[in-house]
């Protein structure tokens, strides 16, 4: 039983920093590429940022480069998404999704598809 639970979001002034957390069970996690992705009311999911399942390689959307940060604890079957310098355009649901992947394969978050598991997300909201 593969499930991904998110955790961490909450409101937030602009300017200020949330660590969301990936919590996954049922699956090995070192197995799998992990991506954060988000969606905003009214806006198509967008591709975050991923981690390889080696957590050797990672990949950024450009909108938060240099502010997001993730990371990967395989002892502890969690995902972290470190978001620093918060704007209100990153409010959003903010959802973790897993893939299995073959050791070397790099992670993509070009298209939300190519992950088939996915939580149910977590609320961030960037507001004054």
């Known amino acids: 039983q593969l499930q991904l639970v998110e955790s961490g979001g909450g409101l937030v002034q602009p300017g200020g920093s949330l660590r969301l957390s990936c919590a996954t069970s049922?699956?090995?996690?070192?197995?799998?590429?992990i991506g954060w992705f988000r969606q905003a009311p009214g806006k198509d999911r967008e591709g975050v940022s991923c981690i390889s399942s080696s957590g050797g390689s990672t990949v950024y959307a450009d909108s938060v480069k240099g502010r997001f940060t993730i990371s990967r604890d395989n002892a502890k079957n969690t995902v972290y998404l470190q978001m620093n310098s918060l704007k209100p355009e990153d409010t959003a649901l903010y959802y973790c999704?897993?893939?299995?992947?073959?050791?070397?394969?790099?992670?993509?978050?070009?298209?939300?598809?190519?992950?088939?598991?996915w939580g149910q997300g977590t609320q961030v909201t960037v507001s004054s």
């Open positions: 049922g699956f090995t996690m070192n197995y799998y590429a």
């Open positions: 999704a897993a893939m299995r992947t073959a050791v070397r394969t790099m992670c993509l978050i070009s298209t939300s598809s190519t992950y088939p598991y």
